[in-house]
């Protein structure tokens, strides 16, 4: 099975999802040849997005790892069972970081990283308070000969210092006191889950992200290898 390639046939199952209460988790793209990559978010709250709440009102929808203006947008105006998660490299990246001064593969990912307008657009709603809008970090290790080649994988690994990265974010936006709602409630009170009763601490404390790490007989490049970065989870 290849999979999904009508959301008409999902009818029955959305249906069910709706009347349990049972969140639909979307990746917002059009994968079709003809739409320009940077452009699949935008065409994808057109062309299904919006149908889809048309005809499920009632259905929990998480627009997972947005991308764009667009997306904010659409998210912000959109009903209260409407809501987006935003990862770490968008928020501290923009399509300079892929492209300029020669291909990175290391900053290939999907969706991929855009224009600085939309970056921007993803900082102000992250850092907003909007319980609309929380952590998702969509962290993908693929090993360095995966994505040094000529069809690189598309993905990023943050999962070796996630939370790190989004205090970097959020202390550059001036909002540090807005990442805690961010990461640790909108999430689970739109789920409906209790909020978790543990807590972490986060150091300002300078260190170097590593070069590489090690990956099944091979490594793998983490997001901002070789920089610094200001905090540090405190273990």
Known sequence: DSGVTDLGKTSVALEAMQACGIPLLVHGEVTDPDVDIFDREAVFIDRHLIPLIKDFPDLNIVFEHLTTVD????????????????????LLYNRN?????G?????????????????AALITAATSGNPKFFLGTDSAPHAVNAKESSCGCAGIYTA????????????????????????????????????????ITLSKEKWTIPDDYPLAGSTLVPLSAGQALDWRLAL
């Not at 998210?75 to 935003?86: D, K």
């Not at 970081?97 to 001064?101: D, E, F, I, K, S």
């Not at 291909?103 to 970056?119: A, D, G, M, T, V």
């Open 71 to 90: 997306g904010v947008q659409f998210v912000e105006s959109a009903g209260h069972s409407i809501a987006a998660t935003i990862t770490a490299h968008h």
């Open 160 to 199: 070796h210092a996630a939370i790190e990265f989004y205090a970097q974010a959020f202390e550059a936006a001036n909002s540090l006191e807005k990442l805690e709602a961010f990461a640790s409630h909108f999430g689970s009170d739109f789920y409906g889950l209790p909020r978790n009763s543990g807590h």
């Open 97 to 101: 970081a892929l492209l300029a001064g």
């Open 103 to 119: 291909i990175k593969p290391h900053y290939y990912c999907l969706p991929i990283l855009k224009r600085e307008s939309h970056q």
